[in-house]
Nanobody, 122 residues
Framework: QVQLVESGGGLVQTGDSLRLSCVVS????????MGWFRQAPGNEREFVAA????????YYADSVTGRFSISRDNAKETVFLHMGSLKPEDAAVYYC???????????????WGQGTQVTVSS
């Protein structure tokens, strides 16, 4: 059974940085494309960032381009989301996911994490 466990969320102020982590177990992490999504109250879950198995391909939502960075450590079976210049509109529950990489992001999600809350105060 593949499990994805996120951590690193919390309460920060506008302009601060935060790093989310997602540890994957029970599968062959090195073969997975990985991504991050987020969902704010009353909104649909939206794509944030994705990365292929070798880190050679990365994709970002327009809203986070230049501020967020996705990375992975295959030896530690972990994917990271480095978030900078945080804004109140970045506040959401952030979910880690594994799936297939398309031309603009992560699709066909196979597994989801339980989510980690990010709150940004103004």
């Amino acid at each position: 059974q593949v499990q994805l466990v996120e951590s690193g969320g919390g309460l920060v102020q506008t302009g601060d940085s935060l790093r989310l982590s997602c540890v994957v177990s029970g599968g062959t992490f090195v073969t997975y494309a990985m991504g991050w999504f987020r969902q704010a109250p009353g909104n649909e879950r939206e794509f944030v960032a994705a990365i292929n198995w070798s880190s050679a391909r990365k994709y970002y939502a327009d809203s986070v381009t230049g501020r967020f960075s996705i990375s992975r450590d295959n030896a530690k079976e972990t994917v990271f989301l480095h978030m900078g210049s945080l804004k109140p509109e970045d506040a959401a529950v952030y979910y880690c996911a594994s799936g297939r990489l398309g031309s603009t992001g992560l699709f066909g999600v196979d597994y989801w994490g339980q989510g980690t809350q990010v709150t940004v105060s103004s």
